[in-house]
């Protein structure tokens, strides 16, 4: 069993970068978990969208 971790600034990028990655292992998906966090930095608000999703080799 074998993880792999995304962090990215926005939605759309995760998706993208998620949506890649599926397409182009030849490894059976167990589960993908999602998260999005944010924190405040002075005036400004910081996203984190990622996701982890655990792999099993066929």
């Known amino acids: 069993m074998k993880i792999k971790m ?3 600034e926005s939605e759309k990028d995760l998706e993208e970068s998620v949506n890649n990655f599926l397409e182009e292992t030849d ?4 589960d993908i ?4 966090s ?4 002075g005036e400004e608000q910081i ?3 990622s996701a982890m999703i655990i792999l099993i080799d066929k």
């Open 6 to 8: 995304f962090d990215e």
């Open 27 to 30: 490894k059976e998906v167990i």
């Open 33 to 36: 978990k999602y998260q999005v």
């Open 38 to 41: 944010c924190s405040i930095f």
């Open 47 to 49: 996203f984190c969208f």
